[in-house]
């Protein structure tokens, strides 16, 4: 049984920092490309960053230069930090593995709040 379990988020002011991780089992994790997802109240998902399989990485342009993800794949692990939040980060962070269509898995998601 595949899980994708998140932990993390919290209620944090505008300039804060929150580390996010997400901790899989049931899957072979080093070979998944792992990406962090955020859904806000009234919009659509959408998808904050990537980390494949070697390590490479990209972002969402509103978040470059503030938030990092990294994996640590001895731990099963993948993490997003998030520095210089803003209120518009306040979503719904999700966690997703995917190695192919049908090796597609999600996390139970973890509330970020940014607000003062």
């Known amino acids: 049984q595949v899980q994708l379990v998140e932990s993390g988020g919290g209620l944090v002011q505008p300039g804060g920092s929150l580390r996010l991780s997400c901790t899989a089992s049931?899957?072979?994790?080093?070979?998944?490309?792992m990406n962090w997802y955020r859904q806000a109240p009234g919009k659509q998902r959408e998808l904050v960053a990537v980390?494949?399989?070697?390590?490479?990485?990209n972002s969402a342009d509103s978040v470059k230069g503030r938030f990092t993800i990294s994996r640590d794949n001895a731990k099963n692990t993948v993490y997003l930090e998030m520095n210089s939040l803003k209120p518009e980060d306040t979503a719904v962070y999700y966690c997703?593995?995917?190695?192919?269509?049908?090796?597609?898995?999600w996390g139970q998601g973890t509330q970020v709040t940014v607000s003062s």
């Open positions: 997703n593995a995917r190695y192919d269509i049908r090796n597609d898995y």
């Open positions: 980390i494949d399989s070697g390590g490479s990485t």
């Open positions: 049931g899957i072979m994790f080093s070979i998944y490309t």
